[in-house]
């Protein structure tokens, strides 16, 4: 049972979510909001640069839950922070376009993060084409919840952004997302936490969303080279605060072959 403080405190909570370009989820997107906000939870959705610009359908544009932010093409780790920086409550909730919640996720979410409140909070995702668009009947309230430390994430980033819920108090501690980064925002972000706080991730055992995993994903065409690149940078960069086993460097030498290979494919096509 919780403690009234934390019941309190995880009366409400932000989902947040930017958008670029995507338009054929924007109708199940928005149907989908509109199911899962509770009467005090507040949306706030940043229109990074889609074209046509983003506008909420009718059913929405009175709802004065939700903001639409619209600053203009300025990259998904600067709209991430542009709408966590605009919201007013204690909890952020994380959800893509094309990703749909179950409506038990966000009162499970609101509770975790209340307990949890330096720690991220994950649940679990399960792939469209596995649910037939359907939500599996999930009970969050018997499903159990497990530590995950920063040295899982060593191996590979298991864990779907739609899934994640945090405070706002850490996200301002650790100063963010970081908007510079061509791709792995996630990543950062979450090993970044962990060098920011000795407590591992949470994970609830509960299948809450629904997520997308086609072609027309927002990093779908990354080159392959940038994305090991980046991962290296990015484990380099907290290896020291992590400390994770030495025996998963070998994950590291894995992104390494694999961004030489890709260097080198992409070398031999600009001499073709």
Same mark, same amino acid.
């Given at each position: $049972? $919780?403690?009234?403080?934390?019941?309190?405190?995880?009366?409400?909570?932000?989902?947040? *979510?930017? =958008?670029?370009?995507?338009?054929?989820?924007?109708?199940?997107?928005?149907?989908? &909001?509109?199911?899962?906000?509770?009467?005090?939870?507040?949306?706030? %959705?940043?229109?990074?640069?889609?074209?046509?610009?983003?506008?909420?359908?009718?059913?929405?544009?009175?709802?004065?839950? %939700? *903001?639409?932010?619209?600053?203009?093409?300025?990259?998904?780790?600067?709209?991430?922070?542009?709408?966590?920086? !605009?919201?007013? *409550?204690?909890?952020?909730?994380?959800?893509?376009?094309?990703?749909?919640?179950? +409506?038990?996720?966000?009162?499970?979410?609101?509770? &975790?993060?209340?307990?949890? +409140?330096?720690? @991220? =909070?994950?649940?679990?995702?399960?792939?469209?084409?596995?649910?037939?668009?359907? $939500?599996?009947?999930?009970?969050?309230?018997?499903? +159990?919840?497990?530590? =995950?430390?920063?040295?899982? @994430?060593?191996?590979?980033?298991?864990?779907?952004?739609?899934?994640?819920?945090?405070?706002?108090? #850490?996200?301002?501690?650790?100063?963010?997302?970081?908007?510079? @980064? +061509?791709?792995? &925002?996630?990543?950062?972000?979450?090993?970044?936490? /962990?060098?920011?706080?000795?407590?591992?991730? $949470?994970? #609830?055992?509960?299948? #809450?969303?629904?997520?997308?995993?086609?072609?027309?994903? !927002?990093?779908?065409?990354?080159?392959?080279?940038?994305?090991?690149? *980046?991962? /290296?940078? =990015?484990?380099?960069?907290?290896?020291?605060?992590?400390?994770?086993?030495?025996? /998963?460097?070998?994950?590291?030498?894995?992104?390494?072959?694999?961004? %030489?290979?890709?260097?080198?494919?992409?070398?031999?096509?600009?001499?073709?």
């Amino acid at each position: $049972m $919780m403690e009234n403080a934390d019941a309190d405190a995880a009366k409400t909570i932000t989902v947040v *979510t930017t =958008i670029h370009n995507g338009q054929g989820h924007w109708p199940d997107f928005f149907a989908n &909001l509109q199911a899962i906000l509770g009467p005090d939870d507040p949306a706030i %959705i940043v229109d990074d640069g889609s074209s046509p610009a983003v506008c909420l359908p009718e059913i929405l544009t009175g709802d004065k839950r %939700i *903001t639409l932010l619209s600053p203009g093409k300025i990259g998904r780790g600067a709209a991430l922070n542009l709408a966590i920086s !605009h919201a007013q *409550t204690a909890f952020i909730a994380i959800q893509d376009v094309d990703d749909r919640s179950d +409506p038990a996720r966000l009162p499970a979410m609101k509770q &975790l993060a209340a307990r949890y +409140p330096d720690q @991220l =909070i994950f649940c679990q995702a399960i792939r469209h084409g596995k649910t037939n668009g359907v $939500m599996p009947t999930s009970n969050p309230k018997d499903a +159990p919840i497990r530590p =995950i430390p920063a040295a899982r @994430l060593y191996r590979g980033n298991p864990f779907h952004h739609s899934c994640l819920a945090f405070s706002k108090s #850490l996200w301002q501690a650790v100063g963010g997302y970081n908007a510079a @980064l +061509p791709c792995c &925002l996630d990543l950062d972000f979450y090993l970044r936490t /962990l060098a920011h706080s000795p407590h591992p991730m $949470m994970l #609830l055992c509960c299948p #809450l969303v629904t997520r997308h995993t086609g072609p027309d994903r !927002h990093y779908f065409g990354l080159s392959a080279r940038l994305y090991h690149e *980046t991962v /290296l940078a =990015i484990r380099a960069r907290y290896r020291r605060q992590i400390q994770p086993p030495f025996w /998963l460097r070998v994950y590291d030498l894995r992104h390494f072959v694999l961004a %030489i290979c890709a260097r080198i494919n992409q070398q031999r096509r600009n001499n073709a």
